[in-house]
């Protein structure tokens, strides 16, 4: 097939974005299928084919263009396409803006929709949905701007004074631990809440767990069909895994596969397929544990469009868990199209059904 490999974009995981695509197009030829390359600069403008696979080959994103980045659409319109595989990390590529952008365009594409992406993304709203499914997370609260500024602690005290210390502040909606603090005092828990809300208009308070942090992958068409890969471990290499532990520094490690029993591997599977289905996810997901000492665990997120770096965890969990990488490409696109096809049923029987009752009136 002819597919439009879409990266770079205007998140702080740019440089990320431009080596998971790298992989991505390695895994997508080796499969067949035909690349076109559409690359995103840091302003959101799309540059032509040609000029995206030199910056794909030389690694260094192109200084932002000036002028509206809409009038460079039309190098993704005219690319005629039959499949997007976005591998734009972040903001402005895995939160729904770019999903809606390849709806409206009628364009089938990999990963989770444009709701499931922006509820994931918004880990208020993520968080609600993974409770109301019976998925544990850690305790927590929430505060916004407005509320803050107006009267500081107030809304969130009882929830303070009810929970041990450290407390993890963080943005609601962001990536890359940007704006996550570790609280290890209540008198520095005023200014880490007014950091996070420098990135977002409301900020998570979250309860210090002790715990691995184990990660599963997950793929498949919805809930009913979604598998899930064997378990991997990230033990950081600071204090906890912050925005320098993950790209700065090299200092954490990454244990592929986890050693986690079966029993405890089944009930993990079994949640992070009941997350994506809590949010009506679909082809591609990372699904964050925190792994408590007792075995019980807690859910921390999902990321709809996770790295796919030649270390990345992604690609790395489903080759170890039996598909390899130009297996695992060629999967996402078929997953892709079948959702299309699914689409296109749905509003070819919704459109009968107004025209149907358009004739009686």
Same mark, same amino acid.
């Given at each position: ?59 260094? &994103?192109?200084? &932002? ?191 592929? &596969? ?104």
């Amino acid at each position: 097939m002819k597919v439009g490999l879409v990266f770079g974009g205007r998140s702080v995981e740019h440089l990320v974005s431009l080596r998971s695509a790298r992989t991505v197009r390695e895994g997508l030829q080796a499969a067949g299928h035909d690349v076109v390359c559409l690359y995103v600069d840091e302003g959101g403008a799309f540059a032509d084919a040609a000029t995206s696979s030199r910056v794909l080959d030389d690694g260094k &994103p192109l200084p &932002p263009r000036a002028g509206r980045p809409g009038a460079t659409f039309s190098h993704l319109t005219n690319a005629d396409l039959e499949v997007v595989f976005p591998i734009v990390h972040g903001t402005y590529g895995e939160d729904g803006t770019l999903q809606g952008l390849l709806e409206m365009l009628d364009l089938p594409y990999v990963g989770c929709n444009t709701a499931s992406s922006a509820v994931a993304m918004d880990k208020l709203l993520s968080k609600r949905a993974f409770s109301s499914a019976g998925v544990p997370v850690v305790p927590w609260a929430a505060i916004d701007r407005a509320t803050f500024s107006s009267t500081g602690l107030a809304s969130i005290q009882s929830f303070v004074d009810s929970e041990a210390l450290p407390l993890f502040v963080k943005p609601a909606v962001g990536g890359s631990s940007v704006g996550c603090v570790k609280v290890k005092t209540k008198e520095a828990l005023h200014d880490a809440i007014a950091f996070a809300l420098r990135f977002d208009t409301v900020a998570l308070i979250e309860r210090g767990v002790v715990a691995r942090e184990v990660e599963l992958a997950v793929l498949g068409m919805n809930a009913a069909t979604m598998q899930a890969s064997v378990p991997g471990e990230i033990v950081p290499g600071a204090d906890f895994y912050d925005y320098a532990d993950k790209y700065l520094k090299n200092d954490a490690k990454l244990l592929a &596969p986890a050693p986690v029993d079966v029993d405890t591997l089944a009930k993990l599977q079994a949640a992070a397929i009941a997350a994506m289905g809590a949010i009506g996810g679909s082809g591609l997901a990372r699904v964050d544990f925190f792994l408590l000492p007792d075995n019980s665990f807690y859910l921390n997120e999902i990321n709809t469009l996770p790295g796919f770096t030649s270390v990345s965890m992604y690609p790395q969990l489903w080759a170890l868990t039996g598909v390899p990488l130009p297996q695992l490409c060629d999967r996402l696109v078929q997953l892709a199209v079948a959702r299309a096809e699914e689409k296109t049923i749905t509003d070819a029987a919704l459109r009968a059904f107004v025209a149907d009752i358009a004739g009686q009136a």
